[in-house]
């Protein structure tokens, strides 16, 4: 594409090929450099904005606290009652639960009337907009013991006993994959305590454990889950993060839990010490 030259084509002809193109060469850069500076105002003036949206909040526009607020900052006055009773007022739309299709998996039972009641004739047909009365249970959660008996033989000819193994897909331990997932998510995620974990497992699933098998259930999911912890961590070293600490309870000590908080990724770490060194471990050398 042909570019227009900066002065008239006369006086832009008159001008040996050389310095045509050192011309086009300082034009150009100055042309990025404008650039530059343009995105750079612009940046800066929406840096500006969120700064004054920042110096207007207070508790009334924002989540802070009232104690937070100066003596610029006039309350407003209690509102009035309304009048109006509580709840849902005349007019209003409804809020209901969303009805489940039968193409989700709904299991449909058909309720038709035999007879009417008044003249005991017989009723046939299907109606082709039913009325839809929808009731959600949960199955009974009971846990599936499976046992294997290994049984052990005697060798008419040699008198060796060898003993049956369990099969390739069986673990070795007293519990499955499922089962080692919902112990590890009520002690982690909904912070349940070992006791509570086995009370759990025993009211509600039908499986008791003891204390010590449920240690013994979160040690290999931790293991499992080591991989994506490690890449999280080393993800949010390389991203502009929030750094926190909070006391928090670390075998009956006084421990602390780092949170490092990105866009996307947010990472938990939890440390007995409360160091630089620290620190360092979570956000890295950056």
């Given amino acids: 594409m042909k570019r ?22 300082v034009i150009d850069g100055y042309a990025q450099h404008i650039a530059a500076l343009e995105a750079q105002v612009a940046a800066l003036q929406q840096e500006v904005q969120e700064l004054r949206a920042q110096l207007g909040q207070n508790s009334q526009n924002s989540s802070r606290p009232p104690s937070s607020d100066g003596p610029q900052v006039k309350r407003k006055p209690p509102q009035p ?20 299709a039968v ?32 009731v959600g249970e949960v199955p009974a959660p009971r846990a599936h013991v499976t046992e294997y008996q290994l049984h052990r033989l005697v ?3 040699g008198g060796i006993t060898p003993c049956g193994s369990l099969p390739a897909d069986v673990p070795p331990t007293s519990y499955g994959p499922r089962l080692a997932s919902v112990i590890a998510l009520c002690g982690g995620a909904y912070r349940m305590s070992t006791r509570r974990i086995a009370s759990f497992c025993a ?24 991989p994506p912890v490690q890449a999280a961590q080393a993800y949010v070293q390389t991203q502009d993060a929030n750094v ?18 990105t866009r996307w990724v947010r990472v938990f770490c939890l440390r007995a010490p409360r160091s630089a060194k620290v620190l360092q471990e979570v956000v890295g050398e950056s």
Avoid at 87 to 93: A, E, K, L, N
Wanted: glycine share 10%.
């Fill in 244 to 261: 926190d600490e909070t006391s928090w309870r670390l075998q009956q000590r006084r421990g602390w839990l780092w949170r490092v908080v």
């Fill in 81 to 100: 009652p309304s009048g109006r009773s509580r709840g849902g007022q005349p007019g209003q739309p409804p809020h209901q639960r969303a009805v489940l």
């Fill in 4 to 25: 227009e030259p900066p002065l008239p084509q006369i006086l832009w002809d008159q001008i040996p090929p050389a310095v045509q193109a050192a011309l086009w060469v």
């Fill in 103 to 134: 193409e989700q998996g709904a299991e449909v039972i058909e309720c038709k009337p035999q007879v009417w009641r008044r003249c005991g004739r017989e009723l046939q047909g299907t109606d082709s907009q039913p009325w839809r009365h929808q």
């Fill in 203 to 226: 009211a509600v699933l039908g499986g008791p454990l003891a204390a010590g098998a449920i240690c013994q259930v979160e040690q290999p999911v931790a293991q499992a889950l080591a």
């Fill in 155 to 157: 060798c008419g000819q």
